[in-house]
């Protein structure tokens, strides 16, 4: 018998104790470190052992029996069970140096392309460890409601959807979550499309990387925005180097009618620039739809945050005025939900769908049914809307918090979209190095996201860097500002400034 099965358990792990101590058995009997036939310690035993309650023993022990681990013996004793899943043979011991240089094989002669020198917006995973998160994408618990999205997490998982959502949906999507894309997501955006002209996708970077995919050639000319989303321009630099970049003012994309014309495509944020948040006003978005017909290029419209309308309504998405299927429509329903959901969706005439939908299904089949149904389930019980509302109360109050503060420091130029948004692009002065000021801001509990990445390599300036108040409580911002203009004052003194 074991008398003392070694044990840690951590009360304030993200796990409950009970799902802690069956993790623990779990691993001991895979690791042969107890075997088939080993009796275990009383739940009495071991609760005084732990120190926890004895009904957390045994309520893990009758999880562990029901799933084949241990099996119950006379007089309430357990053993690990004959049945338990213990591999016969014992592990080889590799050579160290080879498992850690990768054995003889010569990766760089190997591989006939490189993705790892993109460049990627930093986002701590201990984020929510910094007292003064201003972290862009982030979900806040108080503006989640959990609660609800597990009822609907259990209904997908009911038996009336159980067939449906754990089968191979093959090039199809679930047809419960498209239904409520076409009548209530794109129509809030003046966009009237069918079933066969969506297609879902693992969140709008996915989509982004399937139009690319089957848009862009080597031998094809693209025109996205400077600065732009870091992820899109890294997509289109691993199918071209005819990129051009086309700068930015107070209504976004800069129309270029020279460049425009060498085009095939151009990617734009109309709605809400990343990052600078300016939105493309009517007469502009009308030109460039002008422009696309006389020059035949198509447009990709990125509208990754309509939602968060809150200051006032906002502009209807580009596509709402294409009339000739040239604009390529991508959403994202994780902004608005959380960002681990990983759901978005593409809205396009049928030929590039149907091939969109081809090639997802190579890559990835299709986004995971549980997902797409749950997701489903929260827009059509409301859910989704009353999310909607209290995120647009919430972050109405943070973006007047940090407007306030900045404007009471007076150290920086920032732009914020005007019907909402969830962050600030600000600049700040010319001798300001944003890596450094992030770096300096980390040490007094305050994130920032340096803006260097969203400009294209080599000339990026230094002094730009993205505030967002999605992810902080509204009574924390004023005191962040704080201590990022206290860092801001440490290097200038340091700059001799």
């Not at 080993?38 to 029996?65: C, E, F, H, M, W």
């Not at 009822?151 to 009336?160: E, F, H, I, N, T």
């Amino acid at each position: 018998m074991l008398d003392h099965l070694i044990i840690n358990l951590d009360p304030e792990g993200d796990a409950s104790l009970q799902a802690q101590l069956r993790q623990s058995v779990v691993e001991a009997i895979l690791s042969r470190a107890i075997l088939p036939g080993d009796k275990l310690p009383s739940s009495r035993a071991l609760a005084d052992q732990l120190g926890i309650s004895r009904n957390t023993v045994v309520l893990a022990y009758q999880a562990l029996i029901d799933t084949g681990f241990i099996e119950a013996r006379e007089r309430s004793s357990h053993v690990v069970s004959s049945e338990a899943p213990v591999g016969n043979l014992e592990p080889q011991m590799a050579d160290e140096t080879q498992a850690i240089s990768g054995g003889k094989v010569n990766w760089d002669d190997k591989l006939v392309s490189s993705c790892s020198d993109i460049r990627t917006v930093a986002k701590p995973l201990n984020w929510r460890e910094y007292p003064y998160p201003f972290v862009y994408g982030q979900v806040d618990d108080e503006l989640f409601s959990l609660t609800a999205w597990r009822d609907c997490a259990r209904q997908a998982l009911g038996m009336r959807n159980f067939g449906r959502m754990v089968g191979d949906f093959g090039l199809s999507d679930d047809p419960m979550l498209v239904n409520y894309i076409c009548s209530r997501s794109l129509p809030r955006r003046g966009i009237t499309a069918r079933p066969e002209q969506i297609l879902v996708t693992l969140g709008a970077q996915n989509a982004l990387y399937l139009v690319a995919q089957l848009l862009v050639s080597p031998e094809r000319r693209v025109v996205i925005e400077d600065p732009a989303y870091p992820d899109l321009r890294d997509i289109l630099e691993q199918r071209t180097s005819s990129i051009t970049g086309l700068p930015v003012d107070s209504g976004g994309l800069v129309l270029d009618e020279a460049a425009l014309a060498e085009s095939d495509a151009v990617f734009i944020t109309p709605s809400h620039q990343c990052p600078t948040t300016h939105t493309m006003p009517a007469s502009r978005r009308r030109e460039l739809l002008d422009l696309a017909g006389r020059h035949d290029f198509i447009i990709v419209e990125d509208d990754y945050e309509f939602e968060m309308n809150f200051l006032e309504s906002a502009t209807p998405a580009l596509k709402s005025q294409d009339r000739d299927g040239r604009v390529v429509y991508v959403g994202s329903l994780s902004k608005s939900v959380f960002p681990g959901l990983r759901l978005g969706y593409l809205v396009a005439p049928e030929p590039l769908i149907n091939e969109a939908r081809a090639l997802r299904h190579l890559i990835l089949r299709h986004p995971p049914g549980h997902a797409q149904r749950t997701l489903a389930y929260f827009m059509a019980l409301g859910h989704y809307d009353a999310q909607i509302r209290r995120l647009r109360r919430h972050l109405a109050g943070r973006r007047g918090a940090l407007q306030q503060a900045l404007d009471r420091h007076r150290l920086f130029t920032q732009t914020a979209s005007h019907f909402g948004g969830t962050s600030f692009w600000v600049r700040g002065p010319d001798w300001l190095d944003s890596r450094r000021l992030a770096d300096r801001a980390a040490e007094k509990g305050v994130l920032i996201e340096p803006g260097d990445v969203f400009f294209r390599r080599g000339d990026a300036p230094l002094n730009h860097f993205r505030l967002a108040y999605s992810s902080i409580p509204e009574v924390r911002i004023a005191e962040g500002v704080d201590r990022l203009a206290a860092a801001v004052e440490e290097l200038r003194r340091e700059a001799g400034g």
